[in-house]
C-alpha cells in the first residue's frame, strides 16, 4: 500500500488502536508531529503478521461494518494486503460495499477491485460479474479495468466474463468486451479464437472492430485460425474491420492453398485498398504464364488507374 503517517505507528501501537482499546497515538512524520486515530491505524493493518493476524483480521472486518464511512474506507484500503494473509469474509464486505450508501465508500470499493481482481479471481468472480452489468458509467468502467487485469494474469477467467458478455443484448458490453480479445490473442487458447470468430459476426460495427484488431496476434501466434477469421474479416463491409484484417493478411504465408484462394477472391474485392496488396502478392503464388492470364482478365474489369497500371 501507499505510504502515509501510519506507517510510523510502532507494531505493538497498532491493534490496540485498530480495534478502539486506545483513541489516538502521536507519531513522528516527516519530521512533523502527528495525531493518529483509529483510520490510521486500519491502514497500517498490513505490516501486522505472524501470531497477531486473527487479531488484525477481526478488527478489519469491524472496520469494514463500522457505520463510520472513514473506517470503510480505511478497511477497503488495507483489505487487498490483508487477505493475502486471510480472506475468510473480507470479499463477503466488498461485495456489499461496491453498493454502499456512501459515495466515496463505493469509489474506494470500486478501486478497491481493480487491486484484487487479478489476485483472487474466483472469490471476486461475482462481484466482478455484478459491476460489469451497473447501468452506472463509473462503475462499469472500473469493472473492466478490472476484467483487463485479470485477462493479463488469468486469461482463462477472462475468457469465461467475455464468453457471456458478447452473448448480451447491450451494444456497449459487447463493444467493451469484445476491445480485450487483443490482448489475449496470444494465448493459444481454442476459447479465444471462438471468441474472435463470434463477434467477428456480431450485427455491431464496433465489436467488429474490436475484434478484427485481435487479428494481428493472431496471425503470429495461430496463423491457421488467422486465415478462417481472414475469410470472414476481410469481406466485411466496414472499412475499420477490413484495414485490420489487411494488416494481418499481409503478416500471412500467402503460398498455402487458402490464403491463395483468400488472393485471388481479393484481387477482385470492392475496396481497392485489398484489390492492390491481393495483385502485389500474385508474383509470389503464380508462375509467369498463370499471371499474364489472370492479369489480362483483371484488366479487362478493372476500372481504377493506378490498378490498371500495376497489372499492365
Known amino acids: 500500500p501507499e505510504e502515509g503517517p501510519w506507517d510510523a505507528l510502532s507494531l505493538d501501537r497498532i491493534l490496540p488502536l485498530a480495534a478502539g482499546r486506545v483513541k489516538a497515538e502521536t507519531v513522528i512524520w516527516r519530521d512533523r ?12 493493518l498490513p505490516r501486522i503478521r505472524g501470531r497477531n493476524q486473527e487479531e488484525a483480521h477481526s478488527a478489519l472486518e469491524d472496520a469494514l461494518g463500522d457505520i463510520d464511512p472513514r473506517l470503510r474506507i480505511a478497511g477497503l484500503f488495507s483489505l487487498p494486503y490483508c487477505a493475502l494473509q486471510h480472506s475468510a469474509k473480507l470479499f463477503e464486505h466488498l461485495h456489499e460495499l461496491v453498493d454502499d450508501v456512501d459515495v466515496d465508500v463505493r469509489k474506494s470499493a470500486q478501486s478497491c477491485l481493480v487491486i484484487v481482481a487479478p489476485v483472487f479471481p474466483s472469490a471476486t468472480e461475482e462481484t466482478l460479474r455484478k459491476e460489469l452489468r451497473e447501468n452506472q458509467r463509473a462503475r462499469r468502467k472500473s469493472a473492466f479495468s478490472a476484467l483487463r487485469n485479470v485477462a493479463d494474469a488469468w486469461p482463462e477467467v477472462a475468457e469465461l466474463h467475455i464468453d457471456e458478455l458478447i452473448r448480451e443484448d447491450e451494444v456497449d458490453l459487447r ?3 469484445s476491445a480485450l480479445l487483443p490482448r489475449l490473442a496470444r494465448h493459444n487458447s481454442p476459447t479465444v479464437w471462438d471468441l ?21 496476434p493472431l496471425a503470429e501466434h495461430a496463423p491457421k485460425v488467422a486465415q478462417i477469421a481472414l475469410e470472414i474479416s476481410l469481406f466485411d463491409e466496414d472499412e475499420q474491420v477490413r484495414m ?30 485489398i484489390r492492390i496488396n491481393c495483385i502485389k502478392m500474385l508474383p509470389i503464388v503464380l508462375v509467369d504464364a498463370e499471371l499474364r492470364a489472370l492479369a489480362t482478365e483483371l484488366s479487362n ?8 497500371e500495376m497489372l499492365a
Open 175 to 177: 463493444s467493451q468486451a
Open 301 to 308: 474489369q478493372e476500372t481504377d488507374a493506378e490498378i490498371l
Open 244 to 273: 485490420s484484417a489487411l494488416k494481418a493478411f499481409n503478416k500471412m504465408d500467402p503460398t498455402s492453398y487458402r490464403m491463395q484462394r483468400l488472393l485471388m477472391d481479393g484481387t477482385r474485392h470492392r475496396d481497392r485498398n
Open 33 to 44: 508531529e502527528r495525531l493518529l486515530s483509529r483510520v490510521d491505524a486500519i491502514r497500517a
Open 196 to 216: 474472435i470468430g463470434w463477434c467477428l459476426q456480431d450485427e455491431d460495427a464496433s465489436v467488429r472492430r474490436n475484434s478484427a484488431r485481435a487479428l494481428m
